[in-house]
Each structure stands twice: as structure tokens, then as C-alpha cells.
């Protein structure tokens, strides 16, 4: 089974400017997450969704971070416009609706200078 | 709220000893606990997992963890490490709520292990 794709795999840009991300889960999982992980630190919820509604996007800097999930599939991440503290790894995730444990995909890593 | 506890953010030890990363969580349900493994820029990889029956749980790469509820631990050995066990360790909890695993990590545990 093909994992979870992301890309790019690296980003730089400056603050203030934006940025997305892509993110392709496995065939036929309708949970969707995004992850924050922050150097040192152990990755963070951003948004959570079921099939292309969201669950929870309770941790979202919503006046900078939006994402969507088209036709509950594909989802992109988009920060506008990033701060120096954006500097992360981002993380996409999937898993079946109902099973237990996720799939990680590789990650976005963000610098932002 | 849940919670995780990883004590010791750094772990060193020598090759073919005894591995032991440690995990306390907090949580007001019964939780569902994780392991998970990350190698430099990648992703996160599920070592094992926890949610029902038997409190010992083995998982990949010879790790295994032990749930203790009256303690609040869930935390990782491995009898003998391996240079190939150098990576980051996360702890999770979630509320086990099926198709709603929300996932609380811990701030990780790097090991090192010593030639």
C-alpha cells in the first residue's frame, strides 16, 4: 500500500510571504491531519478531517493557517503570511475511519528567514 | 485534557544494553497509548500501540512497552540495543475514540547508543 506523500519535502522562504503544502493520504482513509512539530518539541494537532468536513481545527492559528480537503482527498496546508515561529516540520497523517493508528507521511520541513 | 510526560529528553547507552525511554500520560478515559520513531527528516513510524487486553505489548524492531494503569506508564524497553535503534522516541495518548484518534505527544526522547 502506498504511504502517505507530501511535498515539498523543504521550504524556504521569507516572513510575511506565503506558503503551501500538499498532502496525499493513503487510498481510501477518510481521516486527514496536520501536524505542527517545532524543533525540540513533539508534533502538534492543527486540524483534523473526516472525509472533506472538519473535526477539529481547535489548535489553528486561523488568522494566518487555512487548509482545505477537496472532495475528501488531497489536502493543502497554506500559511498567509508566515512568521518566523512557522519554522517547523509540518506533518500530514491518515487513518482508516474506523481502525486505530495513523500513517505519517515524511513531512515539510519550513524555515522561514 | 491528556497529557504526556517523557522523562529524560536525551537517553545514551552503550550497544546491547538495556534500553528503557520512559512515558507517564494523564487522561480522564481510558487511554489508547503509542510509541512512535523518527529518524532524521523523516516521518513518524508506529513502534507499537496500546488499547485493549493485555498490558505487555510487543511491537516492531524488538521493542516492547508495558501499560501500567495505578502507575500511569507506558514506558519502552528493548533487552539489547542496536546502533540502528539511534533515533527520536515519541510517547502519544489519545482518547480512543475511533475514527477521531486525536493524538497528544510527548516532547520526545533522543537516543544514543554508544559503540
Known amino acids: 500500500e502506498a504511504g502517505v506523500a507530501q511535498s515539498p519535502r523543504y521550504k524556504i522562504i521569507e516572513k510575511r510571504q506565503s506558503v503551501a503544502f500538499w498532502c496525499n493520504p493513503i487510498s481510501g482513509h477518510a481521516t486527514l491531519y496536520w501536524y505542527q512539530q517545532i524543533l525540540g518539541q513533539g508534533p502538534k494537532l492543527l486540524i483534523q478531517f473526516q472525509n472533506n468536513g472538519v473535526v477539529d481545527d481547535s489548535q489553528l492559528p486561523k488568522d494566518r493557517f487555512s487548509a482545505e480537503r477537496l472532495k475528501g482527498v488531497d489536502s493543502t496546508l497554506k500559511i498567509q503570511p508566515a512568521k518566523l515561529e512557522d519554522s517547523a516540520v509540518y506533518l500530514c497523517a491518515s487513518s482508516p475511519t474506523r481502525g486505530i493508528g495513523y500513517t505519517f507521511g515524511s513531512g515539510t520541513r519550513l524555515t522561514v528567514v | 485534557a491528556q497529557s504526556v510526560t517523557q522523562l529524560g529528553s536525551h537517553v545514551s547507552v552503550s550497544e546491547g544494553a538495556l534500553v528503557l525511554l520512559r512515558c507517564n500520560y494523564s487522561?480522564?478515559?481510558?487511554?489508547?497509548l503509542f510509541w512512535y520513531v523518527q529518524y532524521p527528516n523523516q516521518g513518524l513510524q508506529l513502534l507499537l500501540k496500546y488499547t485493549t487486553g493485555a498490558t505487555l505489548v510487543k511491537g516492531i524492531n524488538g521493542f516492547e512497552a508495558e501499560f501500567k494503569k495505578s502507575e500511569t506508564s507506558f514506558h519502552l524497553t528493548k533487552p539489547s540495543a542496536h546502533m540502528s535503534d539511534a533515533a527520536e522516541y515519541f510517547c502519544?495518548?489519545?482518547?480512543?475514540?475511533?475514527?477521531?484518534?486525536?493524538?497528544?505527544f510527548g516532547t520526545g526522547t533522543r537516543l544514543t547508543i554508544i559503540p
Open positions: 487522561s480522564s478515559v481510558p487511554p489508547y
Open positions: 502519544a495518548v489519545s482518547d480512543g475514540n475511533f475514527g477521531n484518534e486525536k493524538l497528544t
